[in-house]
């Protein structure tokens, strides 16, 4: 992704120790708009609202890509009028924002199983991830139908069909590999994973990915997410000690000494 300069960072934060790539799995929607004696839909057109001002914040503080769990495998369960409006509501958005997203260098990516989508919402999706192929100021994934055991079986799938067309050998299956067939390929793991609302799972989202992710949870139903509580998630961020399972050179010396 292109460096841009950032604008309105927190004094706190060390611009040089910020997550390249934020996940987000965005909870709590309707348990807010219950509290507010509002509809369940009102929740999530209130948690798109969030979600976008969470780009554009990803983006003046220096955060290269940010991956959104919107609509998982296991949504279609919920009651048939809420999944039409979040059907109807993935639409609308795409053509309504679009060209400022595009005019803001967002490079839009969607993550998932799409074939189940109504043939009009593909559409936009389609042309979303076209018409933003070329940006780079920063990476904005977009799960949708996406389950993390449904994209490792599909890509064991399609490494066994190169195998059994004689076209893969598999002494040559490598973690890399697989990672090439999954649905982020391209796109680095991420190093932050917020959940909101309380719960802390999950919630068969990008399984593989998040090995070495940092997670923070907080009691913040999704549509209270704003920039202060991100600001604390970045700060708890940064309080992290990332290791990758190497040992910390204090310990070293102690265990050289």
């Known amino acids: 992704m292109t460096t841009q300069p950032l604008r309105n960072l927190p004094a706190d934060l060390d611009p040089h120790g910020l997550p390249k790539h934020v996940a987000v799995i965005m909870d709590g929607n309707g348990r807010w708009a219950t509290r507010q004696g509002l509809p369940r839909i009102a929740g999530h057109r209130r948690g798109a609202r969030v979600l976008k001002d969470l780009l554009r914040c990803c983006k003046d503080w ?4 940010l991956t959104a769990y919107a609509f998982s495998t296991e949504n279609w369960r919920r009651p048939t009028e809420e999944v039409d409006f979040l059907m109807v509501l993935f639409e609308r958005l795409l053509r309504k924002e679009l060209s400022e ?32 192929a070329g940006n780079s100021a920063i990476e904005f994934n977009v799960a949708i139908n996406y389950g993390s055991r449904s994209e490792i079986t599909r890509a064991c799938r399609e490494v066994a069909e190169k195998i059994h067309q004689g076209a893969l050998s598999p ?30 799972r999950l919630s068969n989202f990008l399984l593989w990915q998040l090995a070495y992710t ?15 509580e991100f600001y604390k998630a970045l700060l708890a961020f940064q309080g992290r000690n990332r290791r990758f399972g190497a040992v910390p050179e204090a310990v070293k010396e102690v265990l050289t000494a």
């Open 62 to 65: 220096g955060v290269g890509a």
């Open 101 to 132: 997203m595009h005019r803001e260098g967002v490079r839009i990516r969607f993550l998932g199983d799409l074939s189940a989508l109504h043939s009009s919402l593909r559409r936009e999706i389609d042309r979303s991830m076209a018409e933003t």
């Open 171 to 200: 002494d040559a299956i490598t973690e890399d590999l697989l990672a090439r067939h999954l649905y982020t390929t391209g796109s680095c793991d991420p190093d932050l994973l917020i959940r909101t609302s309380g719960e802390q």
């Open 214 to 228: 940092e997670m923070y949870f907080t009691d913040a139903l999704w549509p209270e997410f704003d920039r202060a």
